[in-house]
């Protein structure tokens, strides 16, 4: 739910990432998000974008930034781009409905509309990401882009390498694949079938670790 970013009594980043490593939940930490003033972007956004979906979801979607089409309207994955991940989700018996959560590494968008740098969204990656990751505790993260992947899965950085394969970290696994947005340059029916190859290779692994997408 989209909720505007003039919210009262802001709130400094070291006061923020103070009470976010006390909160106890999503509903906490959003309420701190809301308040963050930690960084250049949240005065100048619409909307910050905490995530969406099941707070207990086994199956977490994490893309870059809020678009200036997601920034307008306080959603997550609008439009064409939107149109595309929606597709996917079908074409393996999914939907936004299913039991995922979706969220970003930044919540706010940067300036421009630009991807973030690193060094620019390491705040609220540390700040809100990690504990989001904590509180939710999912057992397959897909990492929607480069610098997801690159964040998520470290000590590997080439994308296209990395795209449609499985990774273990701990108790979790991570699979990377393209943006949705990606899908929509280049040859378009080259792409789309790529995406669907992860898709599959993506639900395939959900069956074999035993979690029902839709339960």
Not at 60 to 70: A, D, K, L, W, Y
């Amino acid at each position: 739910m989209a909720t505007e970013t003039a919210a009262p009594e802001g709130m400094s980043a070291a006061a923020v990432m103070k009470r976010a490593r006390e909160a106890q939940s999503l509903e906490q930490l959003e309420q701190l998000c809301f308040r963050c003033e930690g960084c250049p972007f949240c005065s100048l956004c619409t909307y910050k974008i905490f995530g969406y979906g099941n707070g207990h979801a086994p199956i977490m979607f994490i893309q870059t930034n809020p678009s200036r089409e997601e920034d307008e309207c306080g959603e997550i994955l609008v439009q064409d781009a939107g149109e595309i991940f929606d597709f996917l989700l079908e074409s393996v018996g999914m939907s936004r409905q299913s039991n995922i959560y979706i969220t970003q590494l930044v919540k706010c968008m940067p300036l421009f509309g630009r991807s973030p740098r690193k060094k620019e969204s390491a705040f609220c990656i540390n700040t809100f990401l990690k504990k989001q990751i904590e509180l939710i505790a999912p057992k397959v993260i897909v990492t929607l882009g480069s610098l997801p992947t690159q964040t998520l899965i470290l000590g590997r950085t080439n994308l296209e390498d990395m795209c449609g394969r499985w990774y273990k970290i701990g108790d979790t696994w991570f699979f990377p694949t393209y943006h949705p947005a990606s899908f929509l340059r280049g040859k378009m029916v080259y792409f789309r079938n790529i995406g669907l190859e992860h898709f599959r290779i993506f639900r395939a692994k959900l069956d074999e670790l035993g979690i029902d997408p839709n339960a």
